[in-house]
């Protein structure tokens, strides 16, 4: 019987993935049939958002619209993109050692330019005659390369200089992240977290308002950093492309996820009191932190389906490491977070070991073969069974086997990208012998602030947003409504975590409490915040 | 000594100390007392009264309504209006139905409701929809007057689902939070605790200290003798300022809460008179009743134990245990400012060793009872004795006498000598002039601008790291954009300058009027920048980082603060749509004389 050649499985509801992409280079099809191609624990947030950004800045400057326009069919997305290679820059950036000292030498200027230009080698990889005429002086130069490395983001890595990054304040600031030597694309830093997350805006129903967001405050913005880097760069660095990558596969068409994430990023890019420069940081946590809650709610879509219980984020507000306060809870259930995801997978191959298709291979002939083929093409899992038809496992061990696998922890697999990026933007804390929580620092709290408090807002409500927004509990009636009226630990203690959490806010200038009775959390950098014609006082 | 005898008065008093009842006293709990003890009342001020019979016995009316905490005197408000005022029958005072219904001046009726809290459900739905239609200005044939602490108002409008609601919730919160009390709704928004009057304070000390009664009540009483004085008269005349010292214990009370309400810790008024009772009666014998009464008082009388009593303690609550006191809110407001630890040496050698001899004078000449006399028997044991034993009992003493000279000392000393070094707030005293000289009709613009140039200095020293001694120009040093490090040397704006025709940087008084703000001006901006709030800590900060102290040492809070400034008027100068393409951005170092050098960048 002629076998129908199977496509890797899919979830309910999910788009197909693109025609292009290819799969047959994937392990082991689990983790992205759930959440998409790819989660990855080596790229951190701020590259993420740099990818994000890559291929916005790639689509206008290719006379394109931000995002693509919606196709009528529901067919998934296929973007090509690319980011300037800019080895000049770089090298004056990153990798050039001497600019400093020989400004601060004082020697005369023609000498200065000498000695640099003689370190420089045989096949200088700058275009010193650009900068000669562009900078007279040497000591400007110095000055504008010193000004732009101080805006190079998430330089804590120790990354080679092809993967260094400056904040992406327009086109000019943008570097694709390419091996040292043949400067080819090669993923190991980028590999798609950020694709996702324009995937994710693009399907979600603020796609035109975010889009407007991205052009008017970074790419039409016209930053004098981006000036300055043209300035350095001169006209010729675009001439060098790296091949452009493709974005990945992004399984569901719609999801609350990618409303709530494009939320955010409206918020913080409508900040107008905020230069643009600084809303970058909270604006790749909070990224990152939409991604955590999306892995999350799939596994439990996966494994329980729709209006599953979603374990809520108890925060920590406390933080110390005695066994009082909610540290336990937090701990208790950063855990259950973390075994959702094996569940997930689990859940996955389950779903179809009970499908009509397996069940008609259990009792056909050549069962093991069939079965052996059939799960390499649905799950891209490649097993010899050896040729002795005697000593081949029977199509349950096969299977049985399968979900052995994809509950065991893999390096790079979500799970580990959940943790990483958890730790990256701040959100749990860990200490040796004590174990994990989640227990935010004051730069998520501080995302958290400007991307939900426009004008002021009371303390409760501000809590209930959290909650009602990202299952954030910080206070004892958040807890009750997460908890379904039971709460885990005793009132007392939540309050206290309230109170925590007020004293934080405050100490971030974002809190006033005006009574007993009433304190408000707002956003100074949101327009509301001014005061309006109209107010004045009575006279005495 | 004859039969021992009880004032009627000081019986009156205590049920204003500090106690758990005094949390549940009420209007009417004090008319019972009164009628008890046969004294007459303390009277007390209603600051915002004018402004109540303004906005509702014009022409005109307003809505109004009256906010504030438990204490704040919002039912006695009420009733001063409508007894007062509007001649209602004593009678019908406080009526059964939740909402009192009498008529104005101008015929239009006034519905009152006293208290919001005491509504039922119901009660308050059925008001909900003509209430937003009266603020909304769509109905002005009857007029509201409701009372309710802040926190409830807006909750009553935040829960409910009739229309309108919603947009009347976020401009109360605007209101309460911007601390205006007028707005685009047909209402006057009067908030008892966000007015601060120092008539209000001095007018409930005299209520207290010089009230009728005094006399008759101790009339009788074989009283004490010069050297052991009746513990409760010897406080209140060293209050009212008997002694020769004059009125500074009074004034630096004033000083210190006025101090508080710049900082939004408002204290009301039934707190106040808790404050002024437990000066006159504290004693820290008995931890459950930290009051004296008369017998207690010839006790302490007679066997010389005035330590117990001690009026500069007491007016830091010290009389009573600690978790009590900490819950107080005029307490832990006076013990947030350290008092009895903060010290230097010139301050401490005035008053361990005489030196020098004006400033010892000053604080140890006059009223000798809780000076010297309580201090000498540990300073000898300590200096003369040399007895190792007694080191804690001398930290003690020492303690309670630099609070005694914090009250005591007069405010014309300057730096080490203030009396503001016994607090954590070094520049108070400062911060106070400053405030006087902007309330003041012909400010001292010269005081003004000094203090402007150091906090000039200061906010550049935080912004750039560097020691800088820049007094004329602004500079919003940063980074170009992370927001970790909140020291850099770059600036994308030019330095705002002090004074010149077309920018100024000046101080101000806030909306409010509580508490002075940098104002930024300059004419090339279309909209006004948001100004620089100056609570006492953050004054504090920029002064000491001006005389030499580390940015980054001092308060996380006043760190952000102050960022958060240099972001949003970064912003607002950012915008000033230039046209050119050429322009540039400032590389800041600081030159051997310690003067900022900015070099352009052209970009």
């Known amino acids: 019987m002629a076998e129908v050649e199977r496509s890797p499985l899919l979830v309910a509801n999910s788009l197909e993935p693109p025609r292009n992409l290819q799969v047959s280079q994937i ?9 998409g191609l790819l ?54 950036l990153f990798e050039d050692q001497h600019i400093d000292e020989i400004a601060s030498s004082g020697a005369e200027n023609g000498t200065m330019w000498s000695t640099w230009i003689a370190e420089l080698g045989v096949k200088p990889p700058v275009n010193i005659a650009h900068l000669r005429k562009t900078f007279p002086q040497f000591q400007d130069l110095a000055n504008a390369v010193a000004l732009l490395r101080s805006g190079q983001v998430d330089g ?94 992004l399984p569901l068409a719609e999801h609350g996820a990618y409303e709530r994430l494009a939320q955010d990023w409206r918020a913080i890019l409508s900040l107008k009191k905020m230069p643009v420069a600084t809303s970058l940081a909270p604006l790749a946590r909070l990224s990152s932190f939409n991604l955590l809650l999306y892995i999350v709610e799939r596994a439990v879509e996966v ?23 909610l540290r336990k809870l937090s701990q208790n259930l950063l855990q259950q977070h973390r075994r959702l995801m094996p569940s997930a997978t689990r ?14 291979i259990e009792g056909s002939d050549q069962a093991s073969l069939t079965a052996c083929n059939r799960l390499q093409q649905r799950f891209l899992w490649k097993r010899d069974i050896g040729t002795d ?54 730069e998520l709290i501080e995302a958290l602030v400007l991307a939900n408090v426009a004008g002021p807002i009371e303390l409760d409500a501000f809590l209930e947003k959290l909650f009602d927004r990202y299952r954030i509990v910080i206070g004892a009636q958040e807890a009750m409504r997460a908890f379904d009226g039971e709460l885990p630990e005793v009132d007392a203690t939540f309050r206290e975590n309230e109170r925590s959490f007020e004293d934080r806010l405050r100490m971030l200038g974002f809190l006033e409490r005006k009574s007993d009775d009433c304190a408000f959390v707002f956003n100074p950098f949101h327009p509301d915040t001014s005061l309006t014609d109209g107010d004045h006082d009575v006279a005495a | 000594m004859s039969a021992c005898q009880s004032s009627s008065l000081v019986s009156f008093l205590r049920i204003f100390g500090p106690s758990a009842e005094t949390d549940a006293l009420s209007d009417e709990n004090v008319r019972k007392a009164l009628a008890e003890f046969g004294v007459q009342p303390i009277v007390t001020p209603a600051p915002q009264l004018e402004k109540l019979k303004t906005a509702l016995c014009g022409e005109t009316p307003s809505n109004v309504i009256l906010t504030g905490t438990a204490g704040d005197g919002k039912t006695y408000h009420i009733r001063q209006l409508l007894l007062g005022e509007l001649n209602m029958a004593p009678e019908l005072w406080p009526g059964d139905a939740p909402v009192l219904e009498v008529s104005l001046p101008s015929g239009i009726p006034l519905r009152v409701i006293r208290d919001l809290s005491e509504l039922e459900d119901d009660e308050k739905d059925a008001e909900l929809a003509a209430i937003i239609a009266c603020l909304k200005g769509k109905r002005t044939d009857v007029r509201y007057l409701i009372a309710a602490n802040d926190g409830q108002l807006l909750r009553y409008f935040r829960d409910s689902t009739t229309v309108g609601a919603g947009a009347i919730h976020a401009e109360l919160a ?20 966000r007015s601060w009057s120092g008539e209000t304070v001095d007018k409930i000390f005299d209520a207290v200290i010089d009230h009728p009664d005094w006399a008759s009540s101790c009339d009788g009483c074989p009283g004490t003798g010069v050297a052991n004085p009746c513990p409760i008269r010897l406080n209140q005349s060293i209050l009212r300022g008997d002694d020769g010292a004059g009125l500074n214990f009074r004034t630096r009370i004033k000083d210190a809460l006025r101090v508080g309400a710049a900082n939004d810790s408002h204290i009301p008024i039934r707190y106040l008179i808790m404050l002024t009772v437990n000066i006159l009666l504290g004693d820290r014998q008995v931890a459950d009743d930290p009051l004296l009464d008369c017998d207690r008082a010839k006790q302490r009388a007679a066997k010389g134990n005035y330590e117990l009593c001690n009026p500069y303690d007491n007016a830091l609550g010290l009389n009573m245990p600690k978790r009590q006191r900490d819950a107080n809110v005029v307490f832990s407001q006076l013990a ?56 804690d009992e001398f930290r003690g003493s020492i303690a309670t006498q630099r609070r005694r000279a914090f009250f005591r000392m007069s405010a014309s000393h300057e730096g080490m000598a203030s009396p503001w070094r016994f607090t954590v707030l070094h520049h108070a005293g400062t911060y106070l002039d400053v405030i006087a000289a902007l309330t003041d009709a012909d400010a001292n613009k010269t005081f003004l601008d000094q203090i402007t140039r150091r906090l000039i200095k200061g906010l550049n020293r935080a912004y750039l790291g560097m020691m800088a001694e820049e007094t004329e120009k602004l500079w919003l040093a940063g980074t170009i954009g992370r927001t970790d490090d909140t020291v850099g040397r770059i600036a994308t704006v030019d330095a705002i300058a002090r004074a010149t025709r077309a920018q100024s940087i000046k101080l101000d008084m806030d909306r409010g009027k509580r508490r002075p703000v940098l104002l930024v001006r300059s004419k090339s901006l279309d909209e006004p920048i948001e100004p620089l709030e100056l609570r006492p800590l953050l004054f504090e900060y920029l002064l000491r980082v001006d005389e030499g102290s580390l940015p980054s040492s001092f308060s996380r809070q006043c760190q952000q603060e102050v960022r958060q400034f240099a972001l949003i008027t970064n912003a607002a100068f950012g915008d000033e749509g230039d046209e050119d393409d050429v322009s540039s951005v400032f590389v800041l170092s600081l030159s051997a004389t310690g003067n900022v050098d900015a070099k352009t960048l052209e970009v």
């Open chain 1, 389 to 442: 038809p005697d000593a081949m496992p029977s199509p349950s061990e096969q299977i049985e086997l399968l979900i052995n696998e994809v509950q065991k922890s893999h390096s790079h697999s979500v799970s580990a990208m959940y943790v990483a990026h958890s730790r990256q933007i701040g959100a749990i804390t860990a200490r040796a012998g004590v174990g994990t929580w989640y227990a935010p620092n004051d």
């Open chain 1, 347 to 360: 859940a996955f191959v389950e779903t179809y070991r009970q499908s009509d298709e397996w069940q008609a």
């Open chain 1, 27 to 35: 392990g082991l099809w689990c983790e992205i049939p759930i959440w």
């Open chain 1, 39 to 92: 989660l990855y624990d080596n790229q951190t947030p701020w590259l993420t958002l740099l990818e994000t950004l890559h291929i916005c800045f790639a689509r206008v400057s290719h006379k394109k619209s931000v995002f693509p326009p919606e196709t009528s069919d529901g067919e998934h997305e296929w973007i090509n993109y690319e980011a300037p290679l800019a080895l000049g820059l770089r090298h004056l």
């Open chain 1, 303 to 325: 494994t329980e389906g729709l209006g599953g219980y979603v374990p809520p984020y108890v925060f920590d507000m406390v933080g110390n490491t005695s066994g009082n306060g």
């Open chain 2, 336 to 391: 947030s400012l350290g008092l009895g630890e903060e010290t230097n040496n010139l301050l401490d050698e005035a008053l361990t060793k005489g030196e020098p001899k004006a400033l010892a004078e000053e604080i140890f000449a006059t009223e000798k009872m809780y000076g010297e006399r309580l201090f000498a028997p540990a300073h000898h044991a300590y200096y003369v004795t040399a007895d190792r034993s007694k080191a």
């Open chain 2, 174 to 193: 605007r209101m309460l939070r911007s601390e205006v009390s007028k707005s685009a709704l047909d209402l006057v928004l009067l908030n008892l605790s």
């Open chain 1, 156 to 249: 804590n890595n120790g990354r080679r200089p092809t993967s260094r990054h400056l904040l992406p304040l327009g086109p000019s600031m943008l570097f694709a992240d390419v091996k040292e030597v043949e400067h080819t694309s090669d993923r190991r830093f980028m590999r798609r977290n950020g694709e996702l997350i324009f995937l994710m805006l693009n399907r979600s129903s603020l796609r035109t308002e975010v889009a407007n967001l991205i052009q008017s405050e970074l790419i039409g913005a016209d930053s004098p950093w981006n000036r300055l880097a043209r300035k350095l760069m001169g006209g010729d660095a675009y001439e060098d492309q790296p091949r452009s990558l493709n974005t990945g596969f």
